[in-house]
């Protein structure tokens, strides 16, 4: 008895600030007579029940920085020493450190969390707020007036491409007549007379979604009941497959709430395959063990030694992503005040994305190595085969579970 009141004493003392014993002398949870700190039976703190709200504050800047008392050694250990923490969890040291599920819950409650931070590229996006670099009008009205024939330089095309909203930017057919006017300025006349014929549009593009281009007998449906009477008329040769025909109907369904293009509709569907990742990774776990235990032998390794490393590499993983979101909002915020700057936060973040990539690579070779102690040579192949038929199968199961998602939003 003594020893389970010690233990939570010590767990008081360590991650909690110290709050004043009531003087009542029964425990509020169980009822039982309470003579010193601690709950003889249960072991609950006789405290006050009810104490300032400035203890609020304080008990929340005690548990982050205290969170479970080994948890900043944890982070540490699983970024920077691949294969330790799950070594020293089946040789049975589990108390030193985190244990794999409660790390991978919390490291996913961060994953999920930290997307929804907005970032200054993010909101650029939605207003199309962007600037024109290069001392040429940068004024909508003008630029709408702009003759094609009037932009002679590739600098000038992409930054009108830039200044435009989403729904008016320069169609591809126009983009082509104007690069190929900049680079074969020979043929200016011809190209101008082709332009003048109406084979090229003008900047007011239309707002029609531009992915029917594929699909021309499908261009004039305006909504759902109207791509079905047109997809019944059409003979069987011409009629959209039964894969693409969801896509199509989802992006009719989007384009009647807010009309949208192409690129807005790969958009939306860009932002829903990422913020899948977190998801999927947490039903893809016994996927991933499943496969190092076909890899690996049945006698030395039970499949809880798999589970254990999944739980640990995961949560690896996971605690990447969530670094590089968070350094790539701090990296946007400058942004706000230095537009130039967002183009260096871009940047950077894609060399963050390399690198993390490069080193997650390593980390699961050298993880493999140090646990599952094979000659080189082996560890090396059963590693890359293992990783190559991961990538796939999850890239597979993500990709559906995005596909279904998106089209049920």
Known sequence: MNLKISKFSALNKTDMPKRMLREEKNCLNCGTEVTDRFCPHCGQENIINRPSFSYLFKEFFSSLVHFDSHFWTTIRVLLFKPGFLVNHYLEGKRKSFVPPVKLYIFVSLV?????????????????????????????LNQIKNLNPKDIETLALLDSIQNVLPADKKIDPKT??????????????????????????????????????????????????????????????????????????????????????????????????????????????????????????????????????????????????????????RLFSIPGIWFPGFIKVSNFVTTLLVIAGILYSIFYFFRSHSRIYKESKLVSRLKAFIILVVNIWLFLFVLLGFTILTFLMM
Not at 239 to 263: A, C, H, Q, S, V
Request: aromatic fraction near 18%.
């Open 111 to 139: 994953a999920f969390l930290l997307p929804s931070i907005p970032g200054i590229s993010d909101s650029s996006d939605e207003n199309g707020d962007y600037l024109v670099e290069i001392g040429k009008p940068s004024d």
């Open 175 to 328: 983009i082509e007549y104007i690069n190929k006017r900049i680079s074969l300025p020979i043929k200016k006349d011809s190209l101008d007379k082709e332009f003048a014929a109406g084979d090229v549009k003008d900047f007011e593009v239309s707002k029609s979604l531009m992915y029917f281009n594929n699909y021309p007998e499908y261009k004039n449906a305006k909504t759902i009941h109207e791509f079905d009477s047109i997809h019944n008329s059409l003979p069987k040769s011409k009629r959209m497959n039964w894969m693409m025909r969801p896509f199509y109907k989802k992006g009719i369904e989007l384009n009647e709430d807010k009309e949208m293009t192409n690129d807005e509709f790969a958009s939306k569907f860009k932002e829903s395959f990422a913020h899948n990742f977190p998801r999927v990774l947490i039903f893809y776990l016994p996927v991933f063990a499943f496969v190092l235990w076909v890899f690996h032998g049945k006698k030395k390794w039970q499949f809880y030694d798999h589970g254990i490393f999944t739980l640990y590499f995961f949560s690896f993983l996971l605690m990447l992503i969530s670094l590089w979101v968070l350094v790539d």
